[in-house]
Each structure stands twice: as C-alpha cells, then as structure tokens.
C-alpha cells in the first residue's frame, strides 16, 4: 500500500515540473498572429526572429482573450510541441 502512494506522489511531482517548465518555456516565445484571411492563424517564434508579413506580435494572454476555443487548443498544442524544441 505504501509503495503505490509514492508512485502517486512520483506522478504527481512529476505532473506539476512537466507543467511548470512547459509555462516557463512559453514566457520565453513570441507569438504572431494573423487576421488577413478569413481564418485567424498563430505562429511561435524564437526571441531573435520577427513576425511575418500581415502578421502582428502579440502576448500569449492577448491571444488567449481574443482566439475561439479551437485556437485556443492549437495555440495550447503548439505551445507544448514548441516547448520541447530546442
């Protein structure tokens, strides 16, 4: 009984430092977002590049309050990809 709460604890930990660095990882990205076509799109990039044409750069919450529920998914998924690209 023992062994399986730490095993829990261990997940748990384990959880709250994937999440942690992944919040970490997103400060650190600049997002453009276009609104030239019909449908919005978001990009990440690295701190030294630039938005693209027709692109303007904005905060992550910026884009949270603005976005529909299914960019907010795509942005929260590229997010986490772009997190784990060094």
Not at 52 to 79: M, N
């Amino acid at each position: 009984m023992r062994h399986v709460s730490h095993a829990k604890f261990a997940a748990l930990a384990g959880s709250i430092l994937l999440i942690a660095f992944v919040i970490y990882r997103a400060r650190t990205f600049h997002y453009c977002a276009g609104y030239e076509t019909l449908s919005s799109h978001v990009s990440i990039i690295s701190a030294d590049q630039s938005c693209g044409a027709g692109e303007e750069s904005a905060a992550f919450q910026a884009l949270w309050r603005r976005e529909g529920l299914r960019a907010k998914f795509k942005t929260t998924g590229q997010t986490i990809v772009h997190a784990f690209i060094p």
